[in-house]
């Protein structure tokens, strides 16, 4: 309907008739040839089209309001997970709460819009009695909702659940964004059952091999006063721990530390298994796997120097900030007794020096595929420096020095240094670096660019380069002493920049490249039994430029040799695989592809664990329901009494249909019966008139 019209409209509109009956006078009021009929018709269709004509040119938008009427809306949702169909209370009928819940759900859309959903580990709609959910996600829900019905008319919220939310945190503090009553059905049971279970394990996920380690297992028993348990861990089928466990209290906790050895290689698993007692409501809830990933010793780091010097300490001790780096410093003859295939990563610090050129080592070094930091000082024996490789050449002398600052190179992407570590190096002292210029032969990736003064150049400072695989770093200058020292400062701090600069070099020279030209490997090394198990795969040609332009074949094998066959979908430029979900165990994978006339073939491994969160609480939480539904205006109803939800709602005066205003403009022009309307009584006039000898 429009409400354009009111008292000035009104008033306009009667102008324009006036307007229109003047217009009608002028023209047929002294007409006297006309028929009397015929000429009263003419003067009111002139007078119609006058005042229409008025009308549009006065009013050349009409406004219309309509009211759209929204029925208040009930969203049921029921739990799905596992708890609810597993721990009921005492005289629960199943059978007969599905069929109650439907039946609620059919009432209720007589009279509302109903919207129902079913909840675990996701969200879906409809209903789901089925309860195999592993995980319990109620504030998802409720985000779902607040996302969905945002300015909807949302009448009340049904909520079916035991209370027990392990994942996702509590629904509680998202509730008031719904603006409705919350009405939750109490499932599950609050009366404490007979139970073992593993509640937390505390490790770590990477330790060196043949190190000890510890694991830390929280143990909780309810109900099971004067029981005994034997607390075991096993791994490869082996039992490497084991422990008798009295239950002394009728809730009892116990954190319980357990000393291990780190054999193996790889991605290891570690079963820790309480053995049951006699009528435990639940026995899944006993073991637990954790997977820790074993690796091979330390990374071995040698400094190589002359004699002592500041730098060296420096060095030392911001490589040895990171557990998985052994340092080893060697001066002068001891370096003749090493073997430089030893360490992953060798520091020539001023050598070949003026004092000591080292050359019978440097000579085994350079025959030993090992990476190398050349760092170069006053001591530095440049012509030697320059016979040793060819990557780059020194022409100057050590006897001259130069002090050079140092300022991040802004495309360096080989690891990250942000914008305050660039600031802060930039600020570091000077380095003293020999008097003359770099030249470097081939691809180099800059770290430092040095700085004079305050004017920058683009001589490289810190800079890494590459020799058939083999690594090679170069730092011009010594003083990484005064570096450390202008960090600290006179707070004495730790110097998290120096150290966080010398590590990540040094973490990036000793790690050697990949150049396998095919390569698969999981997304992770452990996935959770609800998660898709994705695998990712790359292949290069002789080039080493990724191609995927050949299929890629994977075959998946479980514990028990059952095989599953797969063919990976290409990204832009690689291969990708959603092999779905699988169910808990140890799997084995062997990928195949032909590039040319070579076959390719890559084998690995992942683990799929099976999630037991959902029996690690047992007990309902219905206080939790409880306040959910006081909060919010609500009420928490029994299974059984379920269907007088039905009344508690329809007596509900907040819970009410809403009549929306729906306003839009249109302009008249638009109403082509208008203009069919002066067009017809135009023409009939001029007819008449033609006809009658007016015209």
């Known amino acids: 309907m429009s409400d354009s019209f009111n008292f000035y409209t009104f008033l306009s509109l009667f102008v324009c008739l006036l307007i229109g009956v003047l217009f009608a006078w002028l023209l047929y009021g002294k007409t006297k040839d006309l028929d009397k009929r015929l000429r009263y018709g003419l003067a ?14 006065f009013f050349p938008l009409i406004r219309s309001v309509s009211y759209n009427p929204e029925k208040p809306i009930i969203v049921i949702g029921q739990d799905n997970s596992l708890s609810v169909g597993n721990i009921t209370s005492t005289g629960f009928n199943k059978q007969l709460y599905e069929e109650q819940m439907q039946r609620l759900a059919k009432e209720l859309s007589e009279q509302y819009e109903v919207s129902i959903y079913n909840f675990s580990d996701s969200v879906k709609s409809g209903f789901d009695f089925s309860n195999q959910g592993k995980l319990s996600n109620g504030a998802q829900l409720i985000a779902k909702l607040n996302d969905e019905y945002l300015n909807r008319n949302v009448g009340a919220v049904i909520l079916a659940s035991d209370g027990i939310f392990n994942r996702g945190g509590s629904p509680l503090y998202e509730l008031n964004k719904l603006k409705a009553p919350v009405y939750t059905i109490a499932l599950g049971d609050t009366v404490p059952k007979k139970d073992l279970l593993i509640a937390n394990i505390n490790h770590n996920n990477l330790v060196y091999r043949d190190n000890d380690f510890t694991i830390e297992v929280q143990v909780q028993a309810f109900e099971a006063r004067g029981t005994e348990s034997q607390l075991s861990v096993s791994t490869n089928g082996k039992r490497i721990y084991g422990e008798r ?3 002394t209290s009728d809730a009892f906790v116990k954190n319980i530390p357990i000393k291990l050895k780190a054999t193996g290689l790889g991605l290891q698993k570690y079963t820790v298994e309480l053995s049951p007692v006699s009528s435990e409501i639940s026995e899944k809830n006993n073991v637990q796997l954790i997977f820790i990933d074993v690796i091979d010793a330390k990374q071995k780091v040698l400094i190589a120097a002359a004699g002592p ?30 073997r430089p295939e030893d360490y992953g990563l060798v520091i020539l610090y001023q050598l070949p020096s003026t004092v000591f050129d080292a050359s019978s080592f440097i000579n085994k070094l350079s025959a030993a595929n090992v990476a ?36 991040v190179n802004t495309g360096f992407t080989a690891f990250d240094l942000d914008k305050a570590m660039a600031k802060q190096i930039a600020s570091f002292d000077p380095l003293q670096a020999p ?11 800059v770290v ?33 002493w005064r570096w450390k020292l202008s960090e600290a400062g006179e707070a004495q701090q730790e110097p998290m920049v120096f150290n966080s600069l010398i590590s990540k070099t040094v973490q990036y020279l000793s790690v050697k490249d990949d150049k396998r030209k095919f390569k698969v490997y999981a997304a992770k090394n452990t996935f959770d039994e609800n998660e898709n198990i994705l695998l990712n795969a790359v292949l290069y040609n002789d080039s080493y430029v990724s191609v995927n332009t050949p299929d890629v074949s994977i075959t998946i094998k479980n514990d028990a040799g059952k095989a599953f066959k797969f063919l990976f979908s290409r990204t832009d430029a690689a291969y990708q695989l959603d092999a779905g979900t699988l169910p808990a165990g140890n799997y084995t994978y062997t990928a195949t592809t032909v590039l040319g ?9 992942f683990y799929v664990n099976a999630m037991v969160a959902e029996y690690q609480q047992t007990v309902a939480n219905h206080q939790l329901l409880n306040t959910m539904s006081v909060q919010t205006g609500g009420k928490m109803y029994m299974p059984q009494d379920l269907l007088t939800l039905v009344d508690a709602i329809r007596s509900n005066d907040q819970i009410k249909t809403l009549s929306y205003e729906d306003r839009k403009y249109e302009e008249l022009i638009n109403f082509k019966w208008l203009f069919v309307l002066i067009m017809a009584l135009l023409t009939m006039e001029w007819f008449f008139r033609k006809r009658n000898g007016e015209i």
């Open 44 to 57: 009111i269709a002139r007078t119609i089209v006058v005042t229409a004509i008025g009308f549009l040119l």
């Open 245 to 247: 466990l009295a239950v």
């Open 309 to 338: 010097h500041p730098d060296i300490t420096a060095l030392k001790q911001a490589i040895a900030v990171q557990k998985n780096f052994e340092v080893k410093v060697a001066m002068a003859e001891e370096l003749n007794t090493l």
């Open 372 to 407: 190398v930091w050349h760092i170069l000082g006053a001591q530095s024996n440049i012509n030697s420096f320059n016979q040793l490789q060819k990557q780059v050449r020194f022409s100057g002398s050590n006897n001259t020095l130069q002090e050079t600052f140092s300022d």
């Open 435 to 445: 008097f003359g210029n770099v030249v470097v032969n081939g691809n180099s990736s």
């Open 448 to 480: 430092l660019n040095q700085r004079i003064g305050k004017i920058g150049t683009d001589y490289p400072q810190l800079f890494f380069m590459a020799d058939n695989g083999k690594k090679t770093g170069f730092l011009i200058g010594e003083g990484l």
């Open 597 to 605: 006339n070579k076959n390719y073939a890559v084998q690995g491994v």
